[in-house]
């Protein structure tokens, strides 16, 4: 049977949500469906992260500015991918490098437009 279950009309913001006391302001996480909605809303309040564990370990984190962590694909400046059957690799990039790879291809471009604006 229903464990848990919450019933309410269409028309209003339907939710679950978990406090740390009765105060204003202690609000820690919510799932909402908005009124009139066919979405799932997560939400934290507080300036905190949002973590995914399986089997007591993390799997993925939603940092409190909004970066992505997953299992052990954190790295600066990556590329996150995914292959045909679902598995998640990361491919390292160099900004800077690819900067200058910009800069070298806008300078071709204007040297091939000004050689044909010479003819």
Known sequence: GDVLMT??????????????????????????????????????VQNGAMRFNTNGVQRMMLSATGEVLINNLSCANCLVMTKQNGQLYTKQLNIDELLTK??????????????????
């Open 7 to 44: 019933t309410g009309p269409a028309n209003l913001d339907n939710a679950w949500r978990m406090f740390t006391g009765t105060a204003n302001g202690t609000e820690r996480f919510s799932i909402t469906i908005p009124a009139n909605s066919d979405d799932a809303v997560l939400s934290t």
């Open 102 to 119: 910009i800069e070298n291809l806008e300078q071709k471009l204007t040297q091939l437009e000004n050689l044909l604006a010479e003819k």
